[in-house]
């Protein structure tokens, strides 16, 4: 699976942005999806991961209520809507495929690129 993320900006605190990610494999409809995101200097840490059906998703508690993740398979594609967004969500933003869905990186098998995300206040 290759994934190509984009959709990341700048945007003033309270705004919104939606991330997108393209994946390229035949197997995309049946593969867990994660978002993730570092900050210069930090881990990079769980943002949200959607089921590979699209009927279970998981949210890390500083973005939960104002992040959506979502899928269409159709389209090969998992998005995710942020809206509400503060200078603390500034980072680079990556989409990540796996297996099975979960908030660890270890869990991902396959990476995109990155599209930074900067919020200013």
């Known amino acids: 699976v290759q994934l190509q993320a984009s959709g990341g900006g700048l945007v003033q605190t309270g705004g919104s942005l939606r991330l997108s990610c393209a994946a390229s494999g035949r197997t995309f409809s049946r593969t867990a999806m994660g978002w993730f995101r570092q900050a210069p200097g930090k881990e990079r840490e769980f943002v949200a991961a959607?089921?590979?059906?699209?009927?279970?998703?998981f949210y890390a508690d500083p973005v939960r209520g104002r992040f959506t993740i979502s899928r269409d398979n159709a389209k090969n594609s998992v998005y995710l809507q942020m809206n509400s967004l503060k200078p603390e969500d500034t980072a680079l933003y990556y989409c990540?495929?796996?297996?099975?869905?979960?908030?660890?990186?270890?869990?991902?098998?396959?990476w995109g690129q990155g599209t930074q995300v900067t919020v200013s206040s």
């Open positions: 959607i089921s590979w059906s699209g009927a279970s998703t």
């Open positions: 990540a495929a796996g297996a099975l869905v979960g908030s660890r990186t270890n869990m991902y098998d396959y």
